[in-house]
């Protein structure tokens, strides 16, 4: 699977903006699907994720209320809708899918197999 993350860039503080990771090569259906970040001088983290029968959405206590994680198998493309947007939101978003992970286990980054190349959200005024 390959995986293209698109959709980050500037916004101000309260903004929102919409990150769209479109896959090729093999169906998203099936898979858990999931989005990571990487502030500087960080590690990266759990933003939110979708299970393998999209029965279920997980969502970091961080950003809980705020963003809102997606997937549309027709378009083989998962969003993340980010709003009320704050600085410590600045990071690298990471797209990933994996069709092997469990619930339990959705929010281990290295659970999954296939990563996007990040794309840069920056929140600043």
């Known amino acids: 699977v390959q995986l293209q993350a698109s959709g980050g860039g500037l916004v101000q503080p309260g903004g929102s903006l919409r990150l769209s990771c479109a896959a090729s090569?093999?169906?998203?259906?099936?898979?858990?699907t999931g989005w990571f970040r990487q502030a500087p001088g960080k590690e990266r983290e759990f933003v939110a994720a979708?299970?393998?029968?999209?029965?279920?959405?997980y969502v970091a206590d961080s950003v809980k209320g705020r963003f809102t994680i997606s997937r549309d198998n027709a378009k083989n493309t998962m969003y993340l809708q980010m709003n009320s947007l704050k600085p410590e939101d600045t990071a690298v978003y990471y797209c990933?899918?994996?069709?092997?992970?469990?619930?339990?286990?959705?929010?281990?980054?290295?659970?999954?197999?296939?990563w996007g190349q990040g794309t840069l959200v920056t929140v600043s005024s």
């Open positions: 979708i299970s393998r029968t999209s029965s279920g959405t």
């Open positions: 990933a899918s994996g069709s092997r992970i469990i619930n339990s286990a959705i929010r281990d980054d290295k659970m999954y197999d296939f």
């Open positions: 090569g093999r169906t998203l259906r099936g898979a858990a």
